[in-house]
């Protein structure tokens, strides 16, 4: 949960929303269930430094926003400032 802060260093701390996934409840058979697994994500909102990109939770949980960023772009980055 540091990447973010490191990437953003002359920035104020970095705010995480986040969002749980679970398997679905009720209705069904178990075995229709056995392929999910929990899942807790954290999201970061930063742009750049000092510029915040306010999405909610929900949207960045369940993946229902256009992000300016590419994930594979995103991951990248991180990448970078952990080996710094």
Not at 6 to 32: D, I, M, N, V
Not at 34 to 42: K, N
Not at 50 to 63: D, E, Q, R
Request: aromatic share 10%; charged share 25%.
């Amino acid at each position: 949960m540091l990447r973010p802060d490191l990437r953003y260093r002359r920035a104020p701390p970095t705010p995480y929303p986040s969002a749980c996934r679970q398997a679905p409840f009720g209705g069904g058979t178990r075995g229709e269930r056995d392929g999910f697994a929990p899942h807790l994500g954290f999201f970061t909102v930063r742009r750049t430094p000092g510029k915040p990109k306010f999405l909610a939770g929900y949207a960045s949980g369940v993946s229902v926003f256009i992000d300016d960023v590419s994930p594979v772009a995103a991951a990248r980055r991180l990448r970078e400032v952990a080996h710094k």
